[in-house]
């Protein structure tokens, strides 16, 4: 018995070890969320726009509708309706200065999760942040708060000798490479993941109540919402699952019309061209420039 205690106690003290080690090596690891948030941080006082939603609002970067716009960029890739919403409510009291927040709506978002997808480390980095989890339970808690589940146990990390701005590139590895080639397979895979493979359509009440409470939100702090869904490529709306695509954007037209709301929708506004887009559904400079300059 003795012999068994004293060998659980070793095994106990080398799994302790290892842990400590791991969380020492990683301590240094950042997120993209780290980066983003690191410069909202140091900049909270002065900013007074704030840009949130996926990739699709990722691309505006951090670029100015008017000249005197101090812009923060809060989008990251997939970004679901909870995030934005759990991220406005912890930072919309502690930026002084902000006086107007656009979100980007696209309608696949009215029925998307990305925990429920499986992409629960997303919020274990973003908790730091935000205080907040969509699974709020102690193992969550717990690996919310360590380095290496922080890293999505990232093995790479440990053949690295420093990660120095990889945060920052991390940032930017949503917004997708330029490219001039369109290729019609590529770009009708591309639709039906956002209209179909990801569409689930259980999801919608509890997302149209996020966008419910972003509005009271920002009535209650004298801030200005706009909502608007970027525009995409002809041969990404000519590909979706028209009926599921439909089906969003008439909810979210309807809870913006109950709530007095407008929605700007760019999706089919053909003064976009596709010498506009990056790829299939994210603008270049020249598209967000032009559309900057309608929500203007």
């Known amino acids: 018995m003795k012999k068994f205690i004293n060998s659980f106690f070793i ?31 140091k900049q909270k006082n002065q900013i007074n726009v704030i840009y ?6 990722g691309v505006l970067k ?10 923060s960029n809060l989008s990251s890739q997939g970004q679901d309706l909870f995030k934005i919403y ?33 992409e629960e480390f997303i919020e274990r980095q973003l908790y ?27 093995l790479t990390f440990l053949l690295k000798k420093n990660n120095k701005n990889e945060s920052k590139e991390k940032a930017n590895t949503f917004i997708p490479i330029s490219s001039k080639k369109t290729n019609l397979k590529e770009c009708q895979k591309r639709a039906l993941e956002h209209s179909l493979i990801k569409f689930k359509k259980d999801l919608c009440s509890q ?18 919402l706009i909502f608007f869904n970027p525009p995409k490529r002809k041969c ?9 695509s439909m089906s969003a954007k008439k909810q979210i037209d309807s809870i913006m019309l109950n709530n ?6 760019f999706v089919g506004d053909t003064s976009f061209i596709d010498a506009d887009f990056r790829d299939y559904d994210h603008l270049n400079a020249d598209g967000v420039k032009k559309m900057l300059t309608k929500l203007n």
């Open 207 to 224: 997302n149209l109540s996020y966008i419910v409470e972003l509005i009271k939100l920002c009535k209650i702090n004298n801030v200005s």
């Open 260 to 265: 007095n709301m407008l929605y700007y929708d």
């Open 11 to 41: 095994i106990s003290a080398g799994i302790l070890l290892i842990i400590i080690l791991f969380e020492f090596k990683y301590k240094s690891y950042e997120t993209s969320y780290d980066y983003i948030y690191n410069n909202l941080n």
């Open 86 to 118: 759990v991220i406005i409510k912890k930072y919309i009291p502690l930026l002084p200065q902000l006086k107007r927040i656009y979100i980007g709506l696209d309608y696949e978002m009215l029925v998307q999760n990305q925990t429920i997808s499986g």
């Open 128 to 154: 730091k942040y935000t205080d907040t989890l969509y699974h709020y339970d102690i193992a969550n808690i717990l690996m919310s708060q360590s380095n290496f589940f922080r890293a999505n146990r990232d």
């Open 62 to 71: 951090n670029v100015p509708i008017k000249s005197q716009d101090i812009v």
């Open 52 to 57: 949130i939603g996926n990739s699709h609002t």
């Open 236 to 244: 990404f709306c000519d590909n979706i699952i028209y009926d599921n």
